[in-house]
């Protein structure tokens, strides 16, 4: 079975600032997706961005990029020229391509607050 | 387009009570994903819907959870009875089409449920 790990429950960022979200996971599998999702207060989780496995790019969205590094199993999150609409708890996921049914393995989420 | 929805999005009940949530996904889709994130640990799946058919229930916790989806459409979970440790929050996901390598999951904002 996946594992996903997020090891840090809080982060803060100064507005402007850059931050770096850290995700680990575990898998025996050599084709997936990886996906950071967003969860503002009181509201539905979003997509952020997403990687495949055999892609050697890092998948970029405007100000969010990844740092994925296939051989360590992590993916790790940049935000650059962080905004206060950027606070809310991110989640790591991970997407088996093997399973048919296509559920999520999450991590444990990393609160994101920004400071003005 | 409306998003997924999720109701209620509080409910505050006693040990032993029943309880039921109602996820309606968005128009079209599929795939309905049951999650629930239980004292602020991961995120995890409990059971996936293709249309009216259950694909796959094997994170259902215990037979105390029930989930139906009437024609395919909007989606039940029932807890019954309610135990302390069910508290947490209960997402919905859906999706289209599975036969696609990548259709993304749509998250509902979730019901907290509270088991005093």
């Known amino acids: 079975a996946q594992t996903v790990t997020q090891s840090q429950p809080e982060m803060s960022v100064q507005e402007a600032e850059t931050v770096t979200l850290s995700c680990t996971y575990d898998?025996?599998?050599?084709?997936?997706?990886l996906f950071w999702y967003k969860q503002p207060p009181s509201r539905q989780m979003i997509l952020v961005i997403r990687q495949e496995a055999y892609k050697q790019q890092n998948a970029t969205e405007n100000r969010f990029s990844v740092n994925f590094q296939k051989a360590a199993k992590s993916f790790s999150l940049k935000i650059s020229d962080s905004q206060l609409g950027d606070a809310a708890m991110y989640f790591c996921?991970?997407?088996?391509?093997?399973?048919?049914?296509?559920?999520?393995?999450f991590g444990g989420g990393t609160r994101l607050m920004v400071k003005p | 387009e409306a998003g997924v929805t999720q109701f209620p999005s509080h409910s505050v009940i006693e040990k032993g009570q029943t309880v039921t949530l109602r996820c309606d996904p968005i128009s079209g889709h599929d795939n309905l994903y049951w999650y629930r994130r239980v004292m602020g640990k991961e995120i995890k799946f409990l059971l996936h819907?293709?249309?009216?058919?259950?694909?796959?229930e094997s994170g259902m916790p215990n037979n105390r959870f029930l989930a139906e989806r009437t024609g395919g459409t909007y989606s039940t979970l029932k807890v019954q009875p309610a135990e302390l440790e069910d508290s947490g929050v209960y997402f919905c996901?859906?999706?289209?089409?599975?036969?696609?390598?990548?259709?993304?999951?749509?998250f509902g904002p979730g019901t907290r449920l509270t088991v005093l």
């Open positions: 996901a859906s999706s289209q089409d599975r036969e696609r390598i990548y259709n993304e999951q749509f």
């Open positions: 819907f293709v249309k009216e058919s259950k694909q796959d």
């Open positions: 996921a991970y997407r088996s391509l093997y399973n048919a049914g296509n559920m999520l393995t």
């Open positions: 898998t025996s599998e050599s084709d997936y997706y």
